[in-house]
Nanobody
Framework: QVQLVESGGGLVQPGGSLRLSCAAS????????MGWFRQAPGKEREFVAA????????RYADSVRGRFTISRDNARNTVYLQMNSLKPEDTAVYYC??????????????????WGQGTQVAVSS
């Protein structure tokens, strides 16, 4: 099992940027597919972005493509989500997730084994 801790959330104005980090401990995530998900109040959890174990492939939800970038630094056991051009509808708790499956993109939250506690992102003027 891996422990995941998200950080970097906060309050930002529309059009602003934030960089979320997901630090892993307990085992390496270098062979794990990683993903970011979010959940807004009163809504179901939704997929945001995913990345393969090596970082060679990524996938994004239509709502964030072109604005968000997922990346990873396996030497630091950390995954990032750079969020630009933020909109009020991006307001949510953001979670990272891990599953020890190399070479694949995982977009279904039910396939992930480990989750962080989440970090709040609020976009408002």
């Amino acid at each position: 099992q891996v422990q995941l801790v998200e950080s970097g959330g906060g309050l930002v104005q529309p059009g602003g940027s934030l960089r979320l980090s997901c630090a892993a401990s307990g085992r390496t995530i270098s062979t794990s597919a990683m993903g970011w998900f979010r959940q807004a109040p009163g809504k179901e959890r939704e997929f945001v972005a995913a990345i393969t174990h090596s970082g060679g492939r990524t996938r994004y939800a239509d709502s964030v493509r072109g604005r968000f970038t997922i990346s990873r630094d396996n030497a630091r056991n950390t995954v990032y989500l750079q969020m630009n051009s933020l909109k009020p509808e991006d307001t949510a708790v953001y979670y990272c997730a891990a599953v020890p499956k190399p070479w694949i993109i995982v977009m279904n939250g039910d396939e992930y084994d480990d989750w962080g506690q989440g970090t709040q992102v609020a976009v408002s003027s």
